[in-house]
């Protein structure tokens, strides 16, 4: 009976994913901030946020604003590409392309396209003048070539029930509502990466590694260790967060705080 009881405990701890916290988070700064909204950061440390419709961007010395009230509410923005930023208006299945000081480049409505009738329900941007979407009517993945008005679909149909779906300039990535995370590339090819816990807000931040919140709670999960870490000393009032290059910053209520971490 003694042996059995030490053979199950070996057997759970292996099957069983390694659990511990942060202790390396250190308070960095915390700004002010009006905004309904945080929206993100880009790769030059600007801030993106929304205020009672009007998207602003602002940075240590300068705050600039884009205002189309017309287009209804900004659900999510692309900030990859820090000198075209795409923004997309869902209610308005449009999409309006702005540079670094946020002047419009182009605006790009779906709907009054000639060449085919597009839902889009997911934008982002691809590499080579092209952005990523997903189109609710065929269901597929497709590339839109701004700059000649070209659509092309890459995917074969699949329901979209994104529970969250961000991209970058080769891949687009989405989790289901069953929780699979998916990847796309430019050529069409579809790969399931794995299953993901159950989240309410996420950040894919490479292959093997996630940043997530399930209630007031702040969780690196790295797949390749198994290891699933809290982050502490943390505000718990947070309704965004990023993480990049071992800066967390979350944005809370009318604040960024911006945390130090070095992950184990």
């Given at each position: 009976m003694k042996i059995f009881i030490q053979i199950l405990s070996l057997f759970i701890l292996?099957?069983?994913?390694?659990?511990?916290?942060?202790?390396s988070t250190t308070l960095l700064s915390t700004e002010s901030i009006s905004a309904n909204r945080f929206l993100g950061i880009d790769v030059l440390s600007n801030r993106y946020y929304e205020e009672n419709g009007v998207l602003?961007?602002?940075?240590?010395e300068q705050i600039w604003q884009y205002k189309n009230l017309?287009?209804?509410?900004?659900?999510?923005?692309?900030?990859?590409?820090?000198?075209?930023?795409?923004?997309?208006?869902?209610r308005f299945n449009a999409v309006v392309l702005l540079d670094n000081q946020l002047n419009e480049?182009?605006?790009?409505?779906?709907?009054d396209s000639n060449?085919?009738?597009?839902?889009?329900s997911a934008i982002g941007i691809a590499a080579q003048n092209k952005l990523w979407f997903y189109d609710t009517i065929s269901q597929k993945i497709g590339l839109y070539n701004y700059i000649n008005?070209?659509?092309?679909?890459?995917?074969?149909?699949?329901?979209?029930?994104?529970?969250?779906?961000?991209?970058?300039?080769?891949?687009?990535?989405?989790?289901?509502?069953?929780?699979?995370?998916?990847?796309?590339?430019?050529?069409?090819?579809?790969?399931l990466i794995r299953q993901v816990p159950d989240f309410n807000t996420i950040q894919i931040i490479n292959s093997n590694l996630i940043l997530?919140?399930?209630g007031e709670h702040l969780y690196f999960l790295d797949f390749k260790s198994n290891k699933t870490q809290e982050v502490q000393n943390v505000d718990k009032s947070f309704e965004y967060f990023i993480y990049k290059d071992q800066i967390l910053s979350i944005f809370t209520n009318r604040q960024i705080k911006n945390y130090k971490i070095i992950i184990p």
């Open positions: 292996v099957i069983s994913p390694c659990k511990g916290q942060i202790t602003f961007k602002s940075n240590d017309a287009l209804g509410k900004i659900l999510k923005i692309d900030t990859q590409n820090p000198l075209k930023i795409a923004v997309f208006f869902e480049i182009k605006r790009i409505a779906f709907s060449k085919i009738s597009i839902i889009s008005d070209d659509f092309k679909w890459i995917s074969t149909s699949f329901p979209g029930n994104f529970k969250h779906y961000e991209s970058d300039f080769n891949y687009f990535q989405w989790i289901d509502a069953e929780l699979n995370w998916y990847t796309c590339n430019l050529f069409g090819e579809i790969k997530y919140s399930k």
